[in-house]
Every structure is written in C-alpha cells, then in structure tokens.
Nanobody, 120 residues
C-alpha cells in the first residue's frame, strides 16, 4: 500500500513564497508521474503542475513563471515551489502520483491535502 503525505502549507502574504512537499511511503512500487492539484472553496479541483519520470513538466497557465515542480526520486518526493503568491492561489493543494506496483498494477494515489492561504 502506498501513502502520500503533503506538508509545507500555511498562511503567507501576497507576494510571498511557500514550498510544498509530498512524500510517498510504502513498499514494492515505482513512481511514474507526479502532479499537484488544488481546490479552492466552492471550486472544482484543478491541475496545477505535473512532472514525468523523464522530468518533463507542465503547468497551468495561471501559475506559469511563478510555480516550479520538481522531484527527488531517491526520496520518493515531489515539490512545488510557489513564488509571487496571490490571494487567488488560496486553496487546498493535493499531490497525486502514478504508481506501478510489483504486481504490475497502475494506481493513482492521492494525498490528504495541505491548505495554502494567501492573505494580508
């Protein structure tokens, strides 16, 4: 069984920065793609950024140039560096990983979410 735990959320002023982390734990798996999503109050969950096993990245237009996704395969960890934060970035941020198990099953695993609040 694979579990994801996010951390790094909190309250930050507009223009500030935060770095989110998401660590996968468990045994008998390989991680392929890693993604960050967010869900603001009353809104649908939306894709923020993704990174493949070959380090190809993609971003939502709303965060391009401000957010950077990266991964550390040795630590089974994905990061989201968020700079120049705006009040519109306020949301619960979730990581999702595509996981291949030793029994050759492909699973999409979600974390529990971490709250980011951008406010003065």
């Amino acid at each position: 069984q694979v579990q994801l735990v996010e951390s790094g959320g909190g309250l930050v002023q507009p223009g500030g920065s935060l770095r989110l982390s998401c660590v996968a734990s468990g045994t008998g798996f390989t991680i392929s793609t890693m993604h960050w999503y967010r869900q603001a109050p009353g809104q649908q969950r939306e894709l923020v950024a993704g990174i493949t096993s070959g380090d190809i990245t993609n971003y939502a237009d709303s965060v391009k140039g401000r957010f950077t996704i990266s991964r550390d395969n040795a630590k089974n960890t994905v990061y989201l560096q968020m700079n120049s934060l705006k009040p519109d970035d306020t949301a619960v941020y979730y990581c999702k990983m595509g996981v291949i198990t030793t029994s050759i099953k492909y699973l999409q695993v979600w974390g529990q979410g971490t709250l980011v609040t951008v406010s003065s």
